[in-house]
């Protein structure tokens, strides 16, 4: 904590002589604490523990010199508090995480210059930097009701040398610029007394950090956000409760100013352009079918900046997407095109004030325009459907992935006074459901443009990666074929008697079971590690596994219980790649972090881990970095799931100029072992998957050649038409 007052003493802790001719009590307001306790010590601090009841951004715009300071020296910071948080706290805190585990990483914040405060941009700039750590703090079950509320801090220099303190003050503006409070401060410089002090508070707040008090639960800062344990609070007075300077939900004045217009070094492809120009003749409605990784988002954006450019009055913008990483994704992308959307997701207090002053905004002339984004799931519940009954101005509704709104509910959702309508997808027809893919065209209007993964793979510029198909046939099981017989026929009778609509409700359960016997078929696993030995040294390797589970040889793993039968097949697949290939590798699953996911995603990316083996959580919207080899060993004849997967192996990254998949296709039982029903059944199931399978090969690089593979099983299931 060397400032300017400070003395060096034999490299020893030196301690600022102001602060050691203060009582051992510090007391009063209007910025005593602020200039006696933070400003003098952090900025010289290496480390900076603090553990408070409340937490506000407004501390980083108040005391913004020392902390910024402190972080552009490397210092490090770690922060322990309850989730009672202000609006503008929690977004910056959520902001911070999300450029953690996704980037791109910022540069580090000047004082001013744009719209959000200092503060805020220092604070996302130090999670998104790891250099600064939180964690929440929450009573456990047995004080329900209470409040983390203990306030210790804890600076420490780079030679160890230490001030702590302690008292009312929690870590906010209105505790270090306006409330009288009083704190306690404790120097290694000092005292025995002193020193025994820091030496508990340090105890403490490592204890605390550890989640090992009783009584308290700690939660990491991802998985807080990930459980939705956050209060956003109203303040009761100026600075609201126990002097925590609680900043308002967001007010109509506070919404960002929105300004759009294209990116300056953007440049669409023609084909982008040609899809915006076809949304624009179809009078704004209508459906891109763009393949996955051809860029549907920029080219939507493109499309809202012509509208914007085109049209006076005010314009509102709704981003929809199912899932809450896509609304993330929407609102960083926006944010190159000049837009600020509201986050309409996780709790209507976080954004439904701030929404309906921003429509008014704009039926009022105030305001130009207004952008919001928001999850599927939020969007066709209550709170957001009410906020369109207030749309008296011009409205785009933009839907990513928009064969997801094709359900029941979803389509009743739809507002009937919006005009413009812009549907996105490489799949926008529902697979099976005509009446979910009728309703949908019916209010987004017909596909006004087909960008698929032909174009893509055949574009100059290339948009994704050419590809080798490698077909490789699995022998089922004696067990395994005797109950995809079974199960065939029962399946077969029950649509004998029933309207196809009923039998496949009647049928699920079956269906269910005779797709996780295919996708589990023991005979996988001997097949994976035939073809993935040649590249055991090699990374950038995605395996798809089922979900269920699978037969397995004992002897091949050390680790199994004696007399066990079956593991789950990423269990087993991981195993054998992991312990008997030798291989880096490491699950993805729907379980996995955030922090685990990024922690994943660059090791894969550099090359640390050579394998993730994942089951479905990769099927929509997440991206893996640099695939070039991929094995299927679990596939669903949805094509939806399939061309998903597909284009998120051939998306282009840095020195990938071809990519490789290995598709695991089950040889199923010849006709004479069926009855006339289950051959029906199984001969559907088959051409189901036959389809997908020669759709991969005849867009392969190789596709003579994966033929050639494929044409005897097509033979024996009567399907050389495919």
């Not at 030496?199 to 939705?228: M, P």
Request: glycine fraction near 8%; proline fraction near 5%; aromatic fraction near 8%.
């Amino acid at each position: 904590m060397r400032s300017s007052t400070q003395m060096i003493c034999s490299g020893s802790w030196v301690v600022n002589p102001l602060t050691r001719r203060l009582p051992p009590a510090i007391r009063g307001s209007e910025g005593r604490l602020l200039r006696l306790v933070l400003d003098e010590h952090l900025s010289g601090a290496s480390r900076f523990a603090r553990a408070v009841g409340f937490f506000s951004v407004g501390v980083l715009d108040l005391a913004y010199p020392s902390y910024a300071r402190f972080f552009k020296n490397g210092g490090q910071a770690r922060f322990i508090f309850s989730p009672h948080v202000s609006q503008k706290t929690l977004q910056g805190l959520v902001e911070g995480v999300q450029r953690y585990w996704t980037g791109p990483r910022l540069d580090f914040p000047a004082p001013g210059g744009l719209p959000t405060s200092p503060g805020f941009r220092l604070l996302v700039w130090a999670l998104s930097r790891g250099a600064m750590q939180c964690k929440i703090a929450l009573p456990s079950q047995s004080l329900v009701g209470g409040l983390y509320h203990e306030k210790i801090g804890l600076f420490v220099d780079s030679d160890g040398s230490s001030v702590a303190y302690e008292g009312s003050a929690n870590e906010t503006a209105a505790a270090y610029r306006d409330n009288f409070e009083r704190v306690r401060v404790y120097s290694s410089d000092g005292s025995d007394t002193e020193r025994s002090a820091i030496s508990e508070i340090t105890r403490e707040f490592e204890a605390t950090w550890r989640d090992e008090v009783e009584g308290l639960k700690v939660l990491s800062l991802e998985r807080a956000l990930r459980e939705d344990v956050f209060v956003v609070d109203q303040p009761t007075s100026r600075d609201g409760r126990d002097g925590h300077d609680i900043e308002p939900t967001v007010t109509s004045n506070e919404i960002e100013p929105e300004y759009v217009r294209m990116p300056p070094e953007l440049v669409l492809r023609d084909y982008q352009v040609d899809a915006v120009d076809a949304w624009w003749s179809s009078r704004g409605a209508g459906v891109l079918s763009m393949a996955t990784g051809s860029g549907k988002t920029l080219t939507a954006l493109a499309a809202v900046a012509r509208l914007r450019s085109a049209v006076d009055g005010g314009l509102i913008v709704i981003f929809v997407a199912p899932l809450l990483h896509l609304v993330d994704q929407w609102i960083d992308s926006a944010r190159d095109f000049g837009l600020e959307p509201i986050r309409c997701a996780e709790g209507r207090d976080r954004w439904l004030d701030a929404a309906r002053a921003g429509i008014s905004q704009v039926n009022a002339g105030e305001r130009q325009t207004l952008s919001l984004a928001v999850s599927n799931a939020t969007f066709v519940g209550p709170a957001f459907q009410s906020l369109l009954g207030h749309l008296r101005s011009r409205t785009l509704l933009v839907a990513d992935e928009v064969h997801n709104l094709g359900a029941r509910n979803a389509l009743d959702a739809l507002p009937a006074r919006v005009a413009l309508r812009l549907g996105l997808s490489a799949t926008p027809e529902r697979w099976r459901d005509e009446e979910g893919s009728a309703g949908l065209f019916e209010y987004f209007g017909p596909v006004v443009f087909e960008f698929g993964l032909k174009e893509a793979l055949e574009h100059e510029p290339p948009v994704l990666t050419p590809y080798r198909y490698y077909p490789v046939p699995v022998t089922l099981q004696e067990a395994e074929v005797e109950e995809f017989i079974d199960l065939s026929d029962r399946i077969g009778r029950i649509y004998a008697l029933n309207s196809e609509q009923d039998a496949e409700e009647r049928a699920f359960t079956l269906l269910l079971r005779r797709a996780r016997l295919l996708g589990n078929a023991q005979g996988k696993t001997a097949a994976l590690r035939a073809a993935i030995r040649p590249f055991v040294s090699e990374g950038h390797i995605l395996v798809y596994v089922g979900d269920g589970s699978i037969a397995y040889d004992s002897d091949l793993d050390d680790g199994a219980d004696e007399g066990a039968a079956f593991l789950r097949q990423i269990d087993l697949v991981t195993q054998t790649l992991g312990n008997e290939l030798g291989m880096r590798v490491a699950r993805y699953t729907a379980e996995t972090s955030p922090e685990q996911r990024r922690r994943l995603t660059e090791e894969f990316r550099r090359g640390g881990i050579q394998a993730l083996v994942a089951i479905r959580c990769l099927d929509e919207g997440v991206d893996i970095p640099a695939v070039r080899r991929a094995f299927i060993l679990a596939s669903s004849t949805n094509p939806r799931q399939f061309i998903q997967r597909r284009g998120r192996i051939l998306r282009r990254s840095e020195g990938k100029t071809r990519s490789e998949i290995f598709d695991f296709i089950p040889v199923l039982p010849a006709e004479d072992r069926f009855t006339p029903h289950g051959w029906k059944a199984a001969r559907t199931l088959a051409n189901r998957e036959m389809a997908r399978v020669t759709e991969f090969a005849d867009l392969a690089v190789n596709g003579a050649q994966a033929r050639l593979a494929l044409e005897p099983l097509l033979a024996d299931l009567g399907l050389s038409h495919l």
